[in-house]
């Protein structure tokens, strides 16, 4: 099958586009408590029609039940004509909480949103060049994702 593409957008889906299918990304995860702002413990997954087909064609059982993703995919009911199976109870307050930040993101639109965190972006990386606190080297190539450099404490 080759190699997948997987991409960890944990702090940034919602808060930049991130066109998954333009990029080809197979994988494409993230977290519902960052840019949605939402209650701790999602983490939604997006598979291309590449990974589904990796996933399906396994040869070996996954090393962990939490990432067995054939089970979940039937679990969530992802395959036409294939029952659905009992994995977990799902978190229920969570994915209620989860729809609400969508509707909240979807209201705002997704423009406004991204704009809304540019803006809080160039205001941390202002207030960190002020504080000269090693965020950031200097104000010309501004980050919308703080890094710490190699032997910073």
Not at 1 to 6: I, N, P, Y
Not at 115 to 132: D, I, T, V, Y
């Amino acid at each position: 099958m080759g190699v997948l593409f997987a991409v960890d957008t944990v702090a940034s889906l919602g808060g930049v586009p991130v066109a998954a299918d333009d990029l080809e990304i197979d994988v494409i995860y993230t977290g519902s408590q960052k840019v949605l702002g939402v209650p701790p413990g999602l983490a939604p997954i997006s598979f291309s029609p590449k990974a589904v087909e990796t996933i399906k064609a396994r040869k070996s059982p996954p090393q962990s039940f939490y990432l067995d993703m054939n089970w979940l995919g039937q679990y969530w009911d992802c395959y036409p004509n294939q029952a659905r199976v009992y994995h977990h109870t799902g978190p229920v307050n969570a994915i209620y909480g989860l729809r609400e930040g969508l509707a909240i993101a979807a209201e705002e639109g997704l423009p406004s949103l991204w704009k809304r965190h540019a803006e809080c972006a160039q205001q941390l990386h202002k207030g960190s060049l002020l504080m000269n606190d090693g965020f950031f080297e200097s104000d010309q190539h501004p980050k919308r994702a703080v890094a710490f450099s190699p032997g910073r404490k």
